[in-house]
């Protein structure tokens, strides 16, 4: 019988839309996850999908206490908007740097 096992599943490649610096937050090919490359517009890269933990700079406006759901929108951008795609849970809450730790969510 032939080995069906292709990959650990903790990363996939993804063909990116913009020019992404590795550890940018990434949508690309129907994934959300984390550039492990830096890479522009029709790169493939590898993009990081396991749940793991991450420090993630997310804007001002953003609310991230511990335990909080963050989502991403179309362009990649964190939003605490519950329409958009579930992306990862709050483990260390927003710091003075606009920066929180998280871990990522499974795909949706």
Known sequence: ???TLK???KAVDVTVGKTVTKGDVVVAD???G???Q???SGESIALEIATREHEITVGSSITAAKGDVLYVDATGAITNTNTDTP???VTVA???NNVVWAVLLPQS
Do not use: L, P, R, T
């Open 7 to 9: 990959s650990d599943g």
């Open 38 to 40: 830096d890479a522009v």
């Open 94 to 96: 927003k710091d003075g």
């Open 30 to 32: 129907g994934f959300a």
């Open 87 to 89: 992306f990862c849970k």
């Open 34 to 36: 984390i550039a492990m």
């Open 1 to 3: 019988m032939a080995e």
